[in-house]
């Protein structure tokens, strides 16, 4: 089972992080109103940055490396993410 550590980028341009077995079915739970709190009030949400983790244990730890991150490495991340993928480019 793979893990991943993701990053979501809210309709007000906050980020949420999180961590789950499948990033597809999150953002659509979260954009559905069933994801976690915060994104509740901040819909639609867009995956903005997500990476692979060799368990569940990596996946948590790597939540809270990315949550204690300042905004602008957040930003960074999602910069060096997208690299030259254009079909993420708002």
């Known amino acids: 089972m793979a893990f991943y550590c993701y990053l979501l980028e809210c309709a007000d341009g906050t980020y949420y992080?999180?961590?789950?077995?499948?990033?597809?079915?999150?953002?659509?739970?979260?954009?559905?109103?069933?994801?976690?709190?915060?994104?509740r009030a901040r819909r639609p949400v867009r995956l903005a940055y997500v990476e692979e983790q060799p368990d569940r244990v990596a996946a948590m730890r790597r939540e809270i490396q990315i949550k204690r991150m300042s905004r602008q490495a957040k930003k960074q991340l999602i910069r060096t993410y997208r690299g030259d993928r254009d079909e993420l480019t708002p």
């Open 17 to 39: 992080t999180g961590w789950t077995t499948n990033p597809a079915r999150r953002v659509r739970q979260h954009n559905a109103g069933s994801g976690a709190r915060y994104t």
